[in-house]
């Protein structure tokens, strides 16, 4: 059955690194735009970073461009979330999402268009 379950997440200081995972079940990396996104406390979700995955079609939120990497392994049906300058503003339980791809071309990754979504792993950047 399809499940996505999240991990990695934890206390870190700022400056300092973390990498989230992601193990999905009941699809193959292949067949979804899979991405992660965040939800800090009284704010609204928003998207951090999505996959195509086989390729090099990534997009990433212009507040963790240059700091976060989204990557897949096929062979492990996993995908992750290398975070590295973290900061304070990047607090926020991540959740791991994918959507059903139309088709090749289909690159959406929108909240509201997930089928699937993880349960979240909270991330805590502080002193």
């Known amino acids: 059955q399809v499940q996505l379950v999240e991990s990695g997440g934890g206390l870190v200081q700022p400056g300092g690194s973390l990498r989230l995972s992601c193990a999905a079940s009941g699809f193959t990396l292949n067949s979804v735009n899979i991405g992660w996104f965040r939800q800090a406390p009284g704010k609204e979700r928003e998207g951090v970073a999505c996959i195509s995955s086989g390729d090099t079609r990534t997009r990433y939120a212009d507040s963790v461009k240059g700091r976060f990497t989204i990557s897949g392994d096929n062979a492990k049906n996993a995908v992750y979330l290398q975070m590295n300058s973290l900061k304070p503003e990047d607090t926020a339980v991540y959740y791991c999402?994918?959507?059903?791809?139309?088709?090749?071309?289909?690159?959406?990754?929108?909240?509201?268009?997930?089928?699937?979504w993880g349960k979240g792993t909270l991330v805590t950047v502080s002193l």
């Open positions: 999402a994918a959507k059903h791809r139309n088709s090749y071309y289909d690159t959406r990754c929108v909240d509201y268009g997930m089928d699937y």
